[in-house]
Structure formats: C-alpha cells, structure tokens
C-alpha cells in the first residue's frame, strides 16, 4: 500500500518547509531506501533524494531528509518559487509486491 | 550527459491491444545499469512496474504486471524496451523509463532509487 503523505504545504519564500512520509517497518522502518522526488505539471519526476539522506549530483543543499523509525521526513530551506511542484516520497519495501512503493503525493504552493 | 529519450508519439490503443514503448539510453555505459519501467495514471502518483538488467537481462515485475509486461533490451542500440499486452482502459498512463543503479541477478534485486528519467510516453486505452 502507498506510503502516507500531506496532501498539501505551503510556506512563503524563503521560509523552511517538511514534508513527511509515514511507512511501515516493512518499507521506511525496515530500510535505508528512502527516496524523494520533485515533479513539476507535465514533467518526469526528478530524484532529489536517495538512500534516505544523501542528494545525487546536480541536487540543491536547500534540499535535506532524515528518516526516525516509520516515518521520513523530507526539509526545504529557503523556499524559492521553482520549488513550487509535488514531492514524492519512496521506498524499497518487503512486504509483497511490487517492491518499490511510492507516497501519496504532496503538493508545496509557494505563496 | 546521460539521457533517457522514449518512443515520441503518445499512443492510442483499444482494449485487448498491445502497446511497445522505447526507450533509448544514452551519455553512459548501457551495460552497468539497469532499467526501470513506471507508469502515472491522471492525478495519481507513480507505480512501479518492473526492472531489466541491462548487464544480463534479469528482469523483475510487479506481481500485477506479470504475465501481461514484457521487458527487453537491445544492447547493441543501448535501448530498453517494455511491451503491455491485454490492455484495458485501467492502463491508461504515462510511462516512464528510470535508470535504475542495479544491473545484478535479479533474485537478490531490491529498487533503491531511479536517478534519470525519460520524458514518459501516454498511452490511451480507448474504445
């Protein structure tokens, strides 16, 4: 089953955000294979985050996660209006298939 | 740089058809990495559909695709492939080519992250 996220957050720019992401011990719990992803209206989703903390090549440092038990939990500093799209949180998960779940969806207005 | 270019034109099939979408990888080497196949419904969220080992050809399949997913690779274009057969109007979706970092067995597979994407094909499940 997907992962639990807001449906929503919004903030002003330049102020700091998180997004969570709540899972099971069978998936977020259970696992350092958290991922986040931005996706933006017609566009392929963008890996921001993998492994639960660590930000691939080319990923703004406004951009951190941690993961505590179930939950992870996804932070953007100094909010900018290109951050305005959805966020998609991820994880590797044993329960059954399929084997990669993905969160609900949260949408971030930029206000 | 690396680049993951789909089949361009979105397709429109009827129910019982079958669809094959490309995906063509370049700007890195095919073989060390693997593909992964996802699709989004309208205003839903990605699902997971399957992955191919682009270094041996293992593949692994949501259970809810098996037998209905096929997925290939051409290493001598450096091209992926997925055919959906049986289609009905549920598959109808964006689908996307991820490059995925495992390309081991596939028995021991288990997805981290995908860290490129194609640009997604829509496919019409439509009478």
């Known amino acids: 089953s997907a992962l639990t996220q807001p449906a929503s957050v919004s903030g002003s720019p330049g102020q700091s955000i998180t997004i969570s992401c709540t899972g099971t011990s069978d998936d977020i719990g259970g696992y350092n294979y958290v991922s986040w992803y931005q996706q933006h209206p017609g566009k392929a989703p963008r890996l921001m985050i993998y492994d639960v903390s660590n930000r691939p090549t080319g990923s703004s440092n406004r951009f951190s996660a941690s993961k505590s038990g179930n939950t992870a939990t996804l932070t953007i500093s100094g909010l900018q209006p290109e951050d305005d799209a959805d966020y998609y949180c991820a994880s590797y998960t044993s329960s059954s298939s399929p084997l990669y779940v993905f969160g609900s969806g949260t949408k971030v207005t930029v206000l | 740089q690396v680049q993951l270019v789909q089949s361009g034109a979105d397709e429109v099939k009827e129910p019982g058809a079958s669809v094959k979408v490309s995906c063509k990888a370049s700007g890195y080497i095919f073989t060390d990495y693997g593909i992964s196949w996802l699709r989004q419904a309208p205003g839903q969220g990605p699902e997971w559909v399957g992955w191919i080992s682009a270094f041996n050809g293992d593949t692994h399949s949501a259970q809810t695709f098996q037998g209905k997913v096929t997925l290939t690779t051409d290493t001598s274009t450096t091209t992926a492939y997925m055919e959906l057969r049986s289609l009905t109007v549920d598959d109808t979706a964006t689908y996307f080519c991820?490059?995925?970092?495992?390309?081991?067995?596939?028995?021991?597979?288990?997805?981290?992250?995908?860290?490129?994407w194609g640009q997604g094909t829509l496919v019409t499940v439509s009478s």
């Open positions: 991820a490059r995925d970092p495992y390309y081991g067995s596939g028995t021991y597979y288990k997805p981290h992250y995908f860290d490129y």
